[in-house]
């Protein structure tokens, strides 16, 4: 009895507690219904509110409410975590609901709230996790939650506890705000109060979004809310699009967007940031600015100051060495394997600042940065000017100098006065100096007098290439053997050495036969060669031969066989990732991306019985300029000469040259299931 005149109690106290938001939140949620929205839940609204100081320091005040459709929904908003990192944010949840369907509101207290250590792995800054414990939800119920931030996303030097919450560029505010989701939003509001003296830039990429800019007012207070209560499509008001911000002392700029529908990706898409609707927004005047403070920061916290212990670790490598190139890549190389990807916080300083050279040599390990940082005091130590770059792995750059960055390269001048790129991050196992993995790449120098936004150039496919030569004798009874030789460069290279790499020692010689293997289980490996895979001196070679019994299939009259090379006996992603292409649609909407620009060469010479008539596969041919496929199937006397060449352009394509692609992998596919019939 006592515990259900104290729910009642609590129920009664949750309707006398509904403010002016709260009954406006409900008729809302009630407005929602799941045969209206095919999804697990829907965002109600989504509004941020961001007021800049004349530091660069933003505090800013997130609002959300969600409706839950289903049980997928329940699950998927019964907890919900904000990560980020305390030497650069706080961050606090100041309110969080539960709306039942029942119509009770239920508070969620601090009990439920949960700030602990991040899961961590291979970069240890000392991240945390903020998390809010919903519970159990139900089909109906909605969730609404407040959450206070200030600070930015990289931690640099700071001097008092305040301080440490300015962005890196002081004075300067820059955010990327995206306008997408997995499922139906019916508003998101961004909206940032900004002094007057600070000039903002901003662009709306890849759609549209409704604007307003209110300028500076005296009013008798600092802020004065108008709510304006006209509806929206004959339904209540959204949380704060109508509210007119005018402050005496501020700009207001606001981008808001009402039903925003699910986004669709696509096979082989690019990033989500680079063709969904977002908004970039900075009050840096350009790239320079941001290239010239980037070096400034460095140097002024001695990240590549030359020890002696350093500078004798380069003589040494260098020892004997003439020829500028080898001694770039000598040290290239030396940064790349021996100092491991690990990041460990330096403290004060953590986030854009390079940890000093001496520091990464002594712990031999670190991130990006740290590597190229790494390896900028080193090339300097061998007297190279050199200095660190900033880039974007997996997206684009756009032009408003928002920070659209996520992995640090290197820079060094050549003798005749090009800047030649380096990434001893990306480079283990691989030949090359640049990754080509990253061609078409944007990249910003911090060089002393700064540099605009620059894109790395194409890589041609003929320097990736994968080459498979073979010798065979088909038997009459159906027996397969021969010899098969895999050349390899580049990134092809590479992802071949990648199999062995990242294998155990003891099971490098059963590799090659397992592929095999998925030919046929009749198989025999006569002989297997290969060199060290950590040897990137020379490009990487296997030698096999093989025998496979009864591979053919025989009749009274007929031999039936496809030949080996042509049906390709290593079909795996690291030799051929073209061939895992999804090829489903028959257009794009969007820009794709390969692994890498890539060149494939097959040939094969098959000896066949004697006395026998042939009956030749058909020959599949795609020509595009993006990419393109091409066989044929000769016959002298009794010898079968097989020839296939499939090129891929480039990484990243537009949607109009998925075509080419396409085209070109349905090709070869067509030409793995080739059949050479043989008449007896």
């Given at each position: 009895m006592r515990l259900l005149r104290t729910s009642l109690i609590v129920l009664i106290f949750s309707f006398l507690k509904l403010s002016g938001q709260e009954d406006k939140n409900i008729r809302l949620i009630q407005a929602v219904t799941e045969k209206d929205y095919n999804s697990p839940y829907v965002v109600i609204y989504d509004s941020t509110d961001v007021d800049v100081m004349e530091s660069g320091l933003s505090y800013v005040n997130m609002h959300q409410l969600y409706k839950v459709l289903n049980q997928i929904g329940a699950n998927n908003l019964r907890i919900m975590s904000?990560?980020?990192?305390?030497?650069?944010?706080?961050?606090?949840?100041?309110?969080?609901?539960?709306?039942r369907r029942s119509g009770e509101v239920e508070f969620i207290g601090k009990d439920r709230i949960y700030d602990y250590p991040a899961p961590a792995r291979m970069i240890y800054w000392g991240g945390r996790k903020l998390t809010v414990e919903f519970g159990r939800l139900e089909p109906g119920d909605a969730v609404e939650l407040v959450v206070f931030r200030?600070?930015?996303?990289?931690?640099?030097?700071?001097?008092?506890?305040?301080?440490?919450?300015?962005?890196?560029?002081?004075?300067?505010?820059?955010?990327?705000?995206?306008?997408?989701?997995?499922?139906?939003?019916?508003?998101?509001?961004?909206?940032?109060?900004?002094?007057?003296?600070?000039?903002?830039?901003?662009?709306?990429?890849?759609?549209?979004?409704?604007?307003?800019?209110?300028?500076?007012?005296?009013?008798?207070?600092?802020?004065?809310?108008?709510?304006?209560?006209?509806?929206?499509?004959?339904?209540?008001?959204?949380?704060?699009?109508?509210?007119?911000?005018?402050?005496?002392?501020?700009?207001?700029?606001?981008?808001?967007?009402?039903?925003?529908?699910?986004?669709?990706?696509?096979?082989?898409m690019v990033a989500y940031s680079d063709v969904a609707p977002k908004l970039l927004l900075s009050t840096s005047p350009d790239w320079y600015a941001k290239a010239v403070w980037f070096h400034k920061v460095n140097e002024d916290y001695g990240s590549f100051e030359v020890t002696p212990e350093v500078k004798a670790k380069v003589d040494e490598l260098l020892s004997g060495v003439k020829d500028e190139l080898e001694k770039i890549s000598i040290l290239n190389h030396w940064v790349a394997e021996e100092i491991r990807y690990s990041g460990i916080s330096m403290g004060e300083g953590e986030g854009y600042t390079l940890h000093k050279g001496q520091m990464t040599y002594s712990d031999r390990c670190g991130v990006c940065k740290d590597k190229a940082g790494m390896l900028v005091t080193m090339l300097r130590a061998a007297g190279f000017e050199s200095y660190p770059?900033?880039?974007?792995?997996?997206?684009?750059?756009?032009?408003?100098?928002?920070?659209?960055?996520?992995?640090?390269?290197?820079?060094?001048?050549?003798?005749?006065?090009?800047?030649?790129?380096?990434?001893?991050?990306?480079?283990?196992?691989?030949?090359?100096?640049?990754?080509?993995?990253?061609?078409?790449?944007q990249f910003l120098m911090g060089i002393p007098d700064g540099s605009d936004l620059m894109t790395t150039p194409l890589s041609p496919p003929e320097n990736h290439l994968l080459r498979i030569t073979g010798e065979s004798e088909l038997k009459s009874n159906g027996d397969l053997g021969g010899k098969v030789i895999v050349t390899a460069e580049g990134q092809s290279d590479a992802s071949i050495r990648r199999?062995?790499?990242?294998?155990?020692?003891?099971?490098?010689?059963?590799?090659?036969?397992?592929?095999?293997?998925?030919?046929?289980?009749?198989?025999?490996?006569?002989?297997?060669?290969?060199?060290?895979?950590?040897?990137?001196?020379?490009?990487?070679?296997?030698?096999?031969?093989?025998?496979?019994?009864?591979?053919?299939?025989?009749?009274?009259?007929?031999?039936?066989?496809?030949?080996?090379?042509?049906?390709?006996?290593?079909?795996?992603?690291?030799?051929?990732?073209?061939?895992?292409?999804?090829?489903?649609?028959?257009?794009?909407?969007?820009?794709?991306?390969?692994?890498?620009?890539?060149?494939?060469?097959?040939?094969?010479?098959i000896k066949l019985p004697d006395n026998i008539e042939v009956v030749l596969p058909k020959s599949y041919n795609s020509e595009g300029r993006a990419s393109s496929f091409n066989s044929s199937f000769d016959l002298k006397k009794n010898r079968l000469l097989i020839k296939a060449k499939h090129t891929l352009q480039k990484r990243i394509y537009e949607a109009k040259e998925w075509s080419d692609v396409r085209q070109a992998v349905i090709c070869r596919r067509k030409f793995m299931d080739s059949k050479v019939v043989i008449n007896k």
């Open positions: 904000f990560d980020y990192d305390p030497l650069s944010a706080y961050v606090e949840i100041k309110s969080a609901k539960i709306y200030k600070g930015f996303t990289y931690a640099l030097l700071y001097n008092d506890d305040d301080e440490k919450f300015i962005p890196p560029m002081k004075g300067h505010f820059y955010d990327i705000v995206g306008y997408w989701s997995s499922v139906p939003v019916l508003e998101k509001v961004y909206r940032i109060l900004l002094p007057e003296n600070k000039p903002l830039q901003y662009e709306i990429y890849n759609g549209e979004l409704s604007c307003y800019v209110h300028f500076p007012k005296k009013v008798n207070k600092d802020i004065k809310v108008l709510v304006n209560p006209k509806s929206i499509d004959d339904k209540e008001s959204f949380a704060s699009v109508n509210q007119t911000y005018q402050h005496k002392d501020k700009v207001v700029y606001c981008w808001y967007k009402r039903d925003i529908k699910p986004f669709a990706g696509e096979p082989n770059a900033m880039t974007m792995a997996g997206s684009r750059i756009d032009y408003i100098p928002a920070d659209q960055f996520n992995h640090s390269v290197t820079v060094v001048k050549l003798s005749n006065g090009n800047w030649m790129l380096l990434d001893p991050t990306w480079i283990p196992g691989v030949r090359e100096m640049w990754s080509s993995a990253e061609q078409q790449q199999l062995f790499n990242r294998s155990y020692q003891s099971s490098w010689k059963e590799i090659i036969p397992d592929l095999l293997s998925d030919i046929s289980s009749n198989v025999e490996i006569r002989s297997l060669k290969f060199d060290d895979p950590y040897d990137v001196s020379k490009p990487v070679k296997i030698e096999i031969e093989y025998i496979f019994r009864n591979y053919a299939f025989l009749t009274d009259k007929q031999i039936i066989f496809t030949p080996l090379l042509v049906k390709f006996p290593f079909y795996n992603n690291a030799f051929a990732f073209e061939l895992f292409i999804d090829t489903s649609l028959v257009e794009l909407k969007y820009p794709f991306q390969m692994r890498c620009s890539k060149m494939v060469e097959i040939e094969e010479t």
